[in-house]
């Protein structure tokens, strides 16, 4: 048992200071009706259909999607949770730290998970939907094995629970990672970090010509869900979108036109919003790189580059703050792609193509190649790193 009573300025949720560590088998029935009655009690509640993010995530959660999660791994029967996770998670993208709440749950473990300082309304609507959930007695494992808290990054809990942990997952910027590296963990503690990362998307101009007028509205429905779900925030939004292909520069403005007049109806500009964007056009419009700029009130602006500048991952927008560039062939990113780059998404290229391009040319970033709208598609396989096989402990007999 881990007794947490004696720390101060941490706010715990339901007031639960106890933490039984009993791990289980991954993909355990009980765990698979605990998830699957939480997706069905978050899409009871109404507040829930509010944010699209949570909506996704419910949907995530589901029975069906769990289990098929289940069958990409063998021998499964010989693994069992390594014991408490405790998880770091970051405070820009509100519902994060659920879904490292249910990696933890999904491969057997006890969690204690450090939730976001801000109050973010869909946290809220997560408890209260998680609370009902644990009113049935076949879930006391999760009410008795997992904590939720909030306090400040150095609070001593924090320090005390790395020296406790089996595992420690860590989201946020570099600097994040480098701050909870110098705390003390014990020696069979495995981290796996979730550090900064950058993003990019690939459109093929003669796709989007000859689709975009019977599917402009899911076409940028789904650009949208990759963009401005998140404000930009996510690891894996795209900031810089590469034209590929021939130059057509009359579909460039079909798209980013049509993708003005969905975020008019549904994304929201406040006095915080305009600033920021304002901010990033005085920081970028100086440079030698930038050809053109373009501004959509201040729903969507648009900065055009002649050339990559030196570090591309400093090309990084908010907000509906893009950067673009016309490419003719995938080689002209060889040279760009570093370590920082996490998701490529596409439209109108072919995934296998794309899959042997990286490996085929050695590329030493680009983790995950997604079509358009599965940028924040999140599963057990994240940054490169595969979390069953981090979380889980197999155990060898003969």
Not at 144 to 161: A, S
Not at 266 to 290: G, H, P, R
Request: charged share 25%; glycine share 4%; proline share 2%.
């Amino acid at each position: 048992m881990i007794q947490l009573h004696k720390f101060k300025n941490v706010d715990f949720i339901y007031n639960n200071k106890t933490l039984k560590n009993s791990v289980k088998r991954p993909f355990d029935k009980r765990i698979l009706d605990f998830i699957d009655s939480l997706s069905k009690e978050l899409f009871k509640n109404k507040e829930t259909r509010d944010y699209d993010d949570l909506i996704t995530f419910a949907y995530w959660c589901r029975r069906s999607n769990i289990e098929q999660l289940s069958l990409k791994y063998s021998n499964i029967n010989n693994s069992i949770g390594r014991g408490v996770v405790l998880h770091i998670t970051p405070s820009n993208v509100p519902i994060t730290c659920l879904y490292s709440f249910i990696f933890g749950v999904i491969t057997g473990n006890n969690n204690v998970v450090k939730i976001p300082s801000k109050k973010y309304s869909q946290i809220k609507i997560f408890f209260k939907s998680l609370k009902k959930t644990l009113l049935n007695q076949n879930y006391s494992f999760i009410k008795l094995g997992n904590i939720f808290f909030r306090c400040e990054r150095n609070n001593e809990i924090i320090k005390y629970l790395s020296l406790y942990a089996n595992n420690r997952i860590i989201w946020g910027g570099d600097d994040t990672i480098e701050t909870f590296k110098k705390i003390e963990t014990n020696p069979r503690c495995i981290d796996v970090n979730f550090s900064d990362r950058y993003s990019i998307s690939v459109i093929n101009t003669k796709s989007l010509k000859d689709d975009f007028n019977k599917k402009k509205n899911i076409i940028i429905k789904k650009f949208f869900n990759d963009t401005y779900l998140f404000d930009q925030n996510g690891c894996s939004t795209p900031h810089l979108i590469l034209w590929h292909g021939r130059k057509d520069t009359n579909i460039k403005k079909k798209f980013w036109d049509e993708l003005y007049r969905y975020v008019k109806k549904k994304f929201e500009i406040d006095k915080f919003i305009a600033y920021e964007k304002f901010v990033l056009q005085n920081k970028f419009l100086s440079k030698n790189y930038v050809s053109n700029y373009k501004k959509y009130e201040n729903y969507l602006h648009i900065i055009k580059i002649n050339k990559f500048p030196k570090n591309v991952e400093d090309l990084r927008g908010k907000f509906g703050f893009f950067f673009e560039k016309d490419i003719k062939t995938l080689n002209e990113i060889v040279s760009i792609v570093n370590p920082k780059f996490q998701t490529l998404t596409y439209f109108g290229l072919d995934k296998y193509k794309l899959l042997n391009f990286v490996i085929d040319k050695n590329l030493i970033g680009v983790d995950r190649i997604v079509p358009f709208g599965s940028a924040f598609n999140i599963g057990l396989i994240w940054d490169g790193y595969d979390l069953y096989h981090s979380l889980s402990r197999k155990i060898n007999y003969e």
